[in-house]
């Protein structure tokens, strides 16, 4: 887990961000994770990571669908 001191170093950081570790919550997951772009918005973590389950789709890949889909509902 990441501690809020943590969160408070990133939101400072914007400006500087260089070789810096970034850190974004996944849009579809919810959970933390370490990003090269600010621009990307979805971890690239199985959203099914069940040995025997055959899909390997990860959050980067069904997270922008989702919102698509959402979209046309
Ligand atoms: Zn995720």
Do not use: Q, W
Request: charged share 30%.
């Amino acid at each position: 887990m990441l501690t809020s001191s943590r969160n408070r170093h990133f939101a400072h950081s914007n400006l500087a961000l260089t070789d810096r570790t970034l850190v974004k919550k996944c849009r579809n997951c919810g959970r933390y994770f370490v990003v090269k772009n600010l621009n990307v918005e979805y971890c690239s973590r199985l959203i099914d990571p069940d040995e025997e389950s055959l899909d390997n789709r990860t959050c980067s890949d069904v997270g922008p669908k989702r919102s698509y889909m959402k979209k046309l509902e």
